[in-house]
């Protein structure tokens, strides 16, 4: 089973960007869905952006398209999130979530192999 560890969290002021990434280790994330999820204190969890390796396909939730984009390295190691535009309503734990397979989804219960989480902070 693939471990996934997310980096690239902080502090961005409104109207700003981040990039995030997700590493695997154990194993590459070739033939996977990789969605990008984050929970808010007190809201449940919530996906945000899903990429199939395989196909490149890509599902986003309407709180974030056009703003953020999700992408994969050439090697299939990383996983990026892309997030312009940053509101304040986007403050989250945000965390990666990969299940082999050529689907996309934004269902939490689709994944089993899920990172730790890196905080993102919106505020001026």
């Known amino acids: 089973q693939v471990q996934l560890v997310e980096s690239g969290g902080g502090l961005v002021q409104p109207g700003g960007s981040l990039r995030l990434s997700c590493t695997a280790s154990?194993?590459?994330?070739?033939?996977?869905?990789i969605t990008w999820f984050r929970q808010a204190p007190g809201k449940e969890r919530e996906g945000v952006a899903c990429?199939?390796?395989?196909?490149?396909?890509?599902l986003y939730a309407d709180s974030v398209k056009g703003r953020f984009t999700i992408s994969t390295d050439y090697a299939r190691r990383t996983a990026f999130l892309q997030m312009n535009s940053l509101r304040p309503e986007d403050p989250a734990v945000y965390l990666c979530?990969?299940?082999?397979?050529?689907?996309?989804?934004?269902?939490?219960?689709?994944?089993?192999?899920w990172g730790q989480g890196t905080q993102v902070t919106v505020s001026s």
């Open positions: 990429i199939s390796s395989s196909s490149g396909r890509t």
């Open positions: 154990g194993d590459t994330l070739d033939y996977h869905a």
């Open positions: 979530a990969s299940e082999p397979g050529s689907w996309v989804s934004l269902n939490v219960g689709d994944f089993g192999s």
